[in-house]
């Protein structure tokens, strides 16, 4: 005798063809009933006996959309419904949004067949998707994701593209983005004052592809925002591009034409294929082989050997790389500092004194992303920026908590996270907030959340430090609704990040927490960045860090390596930076020293300070440029006869100063900047082990943005390896101040004050 049974399926279910697979799965089952989404995911009712229903869901969790990721799910009977058939039905709604965000994926390699096909009615049509491809977190308005809650609403579907929405056996059975050239977006070049040049699609990308070839900078809108684009071997378009987009030396990303080509030019491993070819294509910093001959390389990446690598992620850039089959310079949209740009008004605005032509569109970006950047240290992949491809989706460690809570973040690797149900939003990266601009989108995406979800926070969590933009407007928050503040460290935020991430704080065993970075505002008004806590049973503590130095002029430190080596030199070193300031400056920075109250333990820091003493660089022009520069050259040296510039050294705190003179007198005996870049890191990693073995740890979770320099995190694996010590790294969020808000959220959630 038949029953009626209710299936819940949750996670990253909407979007991505799971109800178009449930029908087919019903019809193979010979099932009736009906599926829809719904604010939980999707809801399935089936006519069958429990045996076939159960077999039903086994089935569902082996088979899933490759592009689907189930978290939760249930069956049980409810009372008897006949069906007639088997249909895919109108979402339910019942404001009760307790689902996670699906981030966009890159087209898939069926759609690449068809606009590549001249026998196809979808041949060159540049926004072509299907259920298992195209824009999904950047065109959301609201939920559940259906057309009609999306920026895609706004164009009709013509008949053939309707016929396809409801067939059964076709691929884009409701597929909510479904579109083609009789009835879609529409492309439309124009020169950089906004005068129309041509607008027939037959032409468009032959005549932008040649823009390109003749050296000219073309801005390009994609289906998550803004692209500058050149040629990627033409050094004086290159340079003009470095001029107006206010970036001298910070490196360029790479859109290239196939994994062919990319293989063609570097060293590639598996795991780094599977990345650059995944439903993310994100960009990947790789190796460059020595036959590469067509590309700009010190224009694109000056001073270092490492180079930012993507595919096209969108119908309209795999036909524009098909037609160039060259690398390209695609840059984001924006002037250095501001956030990508969306609109054809912003980008007028904004980049006509940048670029001499601009390929627009008429989809409205409602959340514009950057490209996500991921690299790689052997399998271990360390995520630089979380964002398309990647966010807003956080799907391990949801909570069942029911308080609302908002976690503001930081303020240079500015995001949010939300907990409005059972589930941990985290937003995508924006930047800098000194950046107006980047303020208000950061703000205007917090209250689309809101508005998203129906719901007011009951609890925000800022950062301690008084002065970053997030904390003071959650402050304003707060006040405003009169809704609990919670302040939380910085770096215990890092650690509960990680401990977050792999599920650790049930663990029994106590944790080494490894935190290095920048800057972060302790506990004791120092400026911490050197820090090792314990977590134990959920309590967390500081067990150790790096020795105090003078921090000095500021924010200024942070920018020039010099002052950074200044002030951790030993006293009776000091004269050796002498070199590198003028008499005035010398002076006015030496009375800083003696006047001096503030105090720092940053690894970020030190690793400034090294960068200077090897003479690699005494100015940046980009945060983190000196710690890219000194792994740089620090992977030049092929050799393994490493000096442990901290060997047979007792210590508490680790001695900053110390490890600073035996480089210089390493440097004195004529070592290599290659051997003393190297070795530097080896002794970061073997401090990190000496302090664990001290202190009997079996487990170690590094966060910070320290940990994103490979080479470290490459030499800290292997070395902890042989002891037998585990290692937990962010994998799922970046290790920079990204992942604050999520860790934020983690310690309010399980610590134990």
């Given at each position: 005798?038949?029953?009626?049974?209710?299936?819940?399926?949750?996670?990253?279910?909407?979007?991505?063809?799971?109800?178009?697979?449930?029908y087919?799965?019903?019809?193979?089952?010979?099932?009736?009933?009906?599926?829809?989404?719904?604010e939980?995911?999707?809801?399935?009712?089936?006519?069958s006996?429990?045996?076939?229903?159960?077999?039903?869901?086994?089935?569902?969790?082996?088979?899933?959309?490759?592009?689907?990721?189930?978290?939760?799910?249930?069956?049980?009977?409810?009372?008897?419904?006949?069906?007639?058939?088997?249909?895919?039905?109108?979402?339910?709604?019942?404001?009760?949004?307790?689902?996670?965000?699906?981030?966009?994926?890159?087209?898939?390699?069926?759609?690449?067949?068809?606009?590549?096909?001249?026998?196809?009615?979808?041949?060159?049509?540049?926004?072509?998707?299907?259920?298992?491809?195209?824009?999904?977190?950047?065109?959301?308005?609201?939920?559940?994701?259906?057309?009609?809650?999306?920026?895609?609403?706004?164009?009709?579907?013509?008949?053939?593209?309707?016929?396809?929405?409801?067939?059964?056996?076709?691929?884009?059975?409701?597929?909510?983005?479904?579109?083609?050239?009789?009835?879609?977006?529409?492309?439309?070049?124009?020169?950089?004052?906004?005068?129309?040049?041509?607008?027939?699609?037959?032409?468009?990308?032959?005549?932008?592809?040649?823009?390109?070839?003749?050296?000219d900078?073309?801005?390009?809108?994609?289906?998550?925002?803004?692209?500058?684009?050149?040629?990627?071997?033409?050094?004086?378009?290159?340079?003009?591009?470095?001029?107006?987009?206010?970036?001298?030396?910070k490196?360029?990303?790479?859109?290239?034409?196939?994994?062919?080509?990319?293989?063609?030019?570097?060293?590639?491993?598996?795991?780094?294929?599977?990345?650059?070819?995944?439903?993310?294509?994100?960009?990947?910093?790789?190796?460059?082989?020595?036959?590469?001959?067509?590309?700009?390389?010190?224009?694109?990446?000056?001073?270092?050997?490492?180079?930012?690598?993507?595919?096209?992620?969108?119908?309209?850039?795999?036909?524009?790389?098909?037609?160039?089959k060259?690398?390209?310079?695609?840059?984001?949209?924006?002037?250095?500092?501001?956030?990508?740009?969306?609109?054809?008004?912003?980008?007028?605005?904004?980049?006509?004194?940048?670029?001499?032509?601009?390929?627009?569109?008429?989809?409205?970006?409602?959340f514009?992303q950057?490209?996500?950047?991921?690299?790689?240290?052997?399998?271990?992949?360390?995520?630089?920026?979380?964002?398309?491809?990647?966010?807003?989706?956080?799907?391990?460690?949801?909570?069942?908590?029911?308080?609302?809570?908002?976690?503001?973040?930081?303020?240079?690797?500015?995001?949010?996270?939300?907990?409005?149900?059972?589930?941990?939003?985290?937003?995508?990266?924006?930047?800098?907030?000194?950046?107006?601009?980047?303020?208000?989108?950061?703000?205007?995406?917090?209250?689309?959340?809101?508005?998203?979800?129906?719901?007011?926070?009951?609890?925000?969590?800022?950062?301690?430090?008084p002065?970053y933009?997030?904390?003071?407007?959650?402050?304003?928050?707060?006040?405003k609704?009169?809704?609990?503040?919670?302040?939380?460290?910085?770096?215990?935020?890092?650690?509960a990040?990680?401990?977050?991430?792999?599920?650790?704080?049930?663990?029994?065993?106590?944790?080494?927490?490894?935190?290095?970075?920048?800057?972060?505002?302790?506990?004791?008004?120092?400026?911490?960045?050197?820090?090792?806590?314990?977590?134990?049973?959920?309590?967390?503590?500081?067990?150790?860090?790096?020795?105090?130095?003078?921090?000095?002029?500021?924010?200024?430190?942070?920018?020039?390596?010099?002052?950074?080596?200044?002030?951790?030199?030993?006293?009776?070193?000091?004269?050796?930076?002498k070199?590198?300031f003028?008499?005035?400056?010398?002076?006015?920075?030496?009375?800083?020293?003696?006047?001096?109250?503030?105090?720092?333990?940053?690894?970020?820091?030190?690793?400034?300070?090294?960068?200077?003493?090897?003479?690699?660089?005494?100015?940046?022009?980009?945060?983190?440029?000196?710690?890219?520069?000194?792994?740089?050259?620090?992977?030049?040296?092929?050799?393994?006869?490493?000096?442990?510039?901290?060997?047979?050294?007792?210590?508490?705190?680790?001695?900053?100063?110390?490890?600073?003179?035996?480089?210089?007198?390493?440097?004195?005996e004529?070592?290599?900047?290659?051997?003393?870049?190297?070795?530097?890191?080896?002794?970061?990693?073997?401090?990190?082990?000496?302090?664990?073995?001290?202190?009997?740890?079996?487990?170690?979770?590094?966060?910070?943005?320290?940990?994103?320099?490979?080479?470290?995190?490459?030499?800290?694996?292997?070395l902890?390896?042989?002891?037998?010590?585990?290692?937990?790294?962010?994998?799922?969020?970046?290790?920079?101040?990204?992942?604050i808000?999520?860790?934020?959220?983690?310690?309010?959630?399980?610590?134990?004050?």
């Open positions: 005798m038949q029953q009626t049974f209710q299936i819940i399926i949750s996670g990253q279910v909407q979007g991505v063809g799971f109800r178009p697979f449930i087919g799965l019903a019809d193979q089952f010979q099932c009736n009933g009906s599926v829809c989404n719904n939980d995911g999707v809801l399935i009712h089936l006519n006996v429990e045996e076939k229903a159960r077999d039903f869901l086994t089935t569902i969790l082996k088979s899933a959309p490759e592009v689907s990721s189930i978290q939760s799910y249930s069956i049980s009977e409810i009372a008897f419904r006949e069906f007639d058939d088997f249909r895919i039905v109108h979402s339910e709604s019942n404001h009760k949004i307790n689902i996670p965000l699906t981030p966009d994926f890159t087209i898939c390699e069926s759609c690449k067949i068809e606009i590549r096909d001249t026998n196809n009615r979808r041949y060159g049509y540049a926004f072509t998707t299907c259920t298992n491809c195209g824009p999904r977190y950047a065109v959301t308005k609201k939920f559940p994701f259906e057309r009609a809650n999306t920026t895609v609403s706004a164009f009709d579907m013509c008949i053939a593209c309707q016929t396809e929405y409801t067939n059964p056996n076709d691929r884009r059975f409701h597929s909510q983005t479904n579109s083609c050239a009789d009835c879609g977006i529409k492309l439309k070049v124009t020169t950089s004052d906004g005068k129309t040049i041509v607008d027939a699609d037959s032409e468009i990308i032959k005549k932008v592809s040649k823009f390109i070839l003749d050296g900078i073309v801005a390009i809108k994609n289906t998550n925002g803004y692209l500058l684009c050149c040629d990627a071997n033409n050094k004086l378009t290159i340079e003009r591009l470095r001029a107006k987009k206010k970036r001298p030396t490196p360029f990303a790479m859109l290239y034409p196939s994994i062919e080509r990319v293989k063609n030019d570097f060293k590639l491993s598996l795991s780094e294929e599977k990345a650059l070819t995944s439903s993310v294509s994100p960009i990947i910093i790789l190796n460059p082989k020595e036959s590469i001959t067509d590309l700009e390389q010190e224009s694109i990446a000056p001073n270092l050997n490492q180079f930012g690598v993507m595919l096209p992620s969108s119908a309209l850039l795999v036909l524009l790389m098909d037609e160039l060259i690398p390209i310079i695609a840059t984001s949209g924006n002037i250095h500092g501001s956030p990508i740009i969306s609109t054809k008004e912003d980008a007028i605005q904004q980049l006509s004194g940048v670029t001499e032509y601009f390929l627009h569109h008429d989809l409205e970006v409602a514009p950057d490209d996500s950047v991921v690299r790689f240290a052997g399998e271990q992949q360390i995520i630089l920026r979380r964002s398309r491809g990647l966010a807003p989706n956080y799907l391990k460690g949801t909570q069942s908590n029911p308080v609302k809570v908002l976690a503001m973040g930081a303020h240079l690797k500015s995001t949010f996270s939300y907990v409005p149900n059972a589930h941990t939003y985290v937003s995508p990266y924006f930047g800098n907030l000194d950046n107006y601009d980047v303020l208000v989108r950061y703000q205007e995406s917090i209250v689309k959340y809101k508005e998203l979800f129906e719901s007011q926070p009951e609890v925000i969590l800022i950062d301690s430090h002065q933009q997030s904390s003071i407007l959650g402050k304003a928050f707060s006040k609704s009169n809704t609990k503040l919670v302040s939380i460290q910085h770096h215990k935020a890092h650690f990040s990680v401990l977050g991430e792999h599920d650790l704080f049930k663990s029994k065993e106590k944790i080494l927490g490894v935190v290095w970075d920048g800057t972060g505002f302790g506990d004791d008004q120092a400026i911490w960045g050197g820090e090792f806590f314990n977590y134990e049973k959920h309590k967390m503590k500081r067990l150790s860090h790096f020795e105090y130095v003078d921090w000095i002029a500021a924010d200024r430190m942070a920018i020039e390596p010099r002052l950074a080596l200044l002030s951790i030199l030993p006293c009776s070193k000091r004269e050796l930076a070199s590198k003028s008499e005035t400056e010398w002076k006015v920075y030496n009375r800083m020293l003696e006047i001096n109250s503030l105090k720092t333990s940053s690894v970020g820091r030190l690793f400034d300070a090294v960068a200077s003493l090897l003479d690699i660089i005494d100015k940046t022009s980009y945060e983190g440029e000196a710690a890219m520069l000194l792994e740089n050259q620090a992977r030049n040296y092929d050799g393994n006869d490493y000096i442990d510039f901290l060997e047979d050294l007792a210590f508490e705190r680790i001695p900053s100063k110390t490890l600073i003179a035996n480089i210089q007198k390493a440097k004195e004529g070592i290599s900047k290659f051997r003393n870049a190297n070795s530097f890191i080896h002794t970061l990693a073997l401090v990190i082990l000496k302090i664990a073995k001290q202190n009997d740890y079996e487990t170690i979770a590094c966060s910070g943005g320290v940990f994103q320099n490979s080479l470290l995190v490459t030499k800290l694996s292997q902890s390896q042989k002891q037998g010590i585990k290692l937990k790294f962010n994998r799922i969020l970046s290790s920079n101040d990204e992942n808000s999520f860790g934020q959220l983690c310690y309010y959630q399980y610590i134990k004050i």
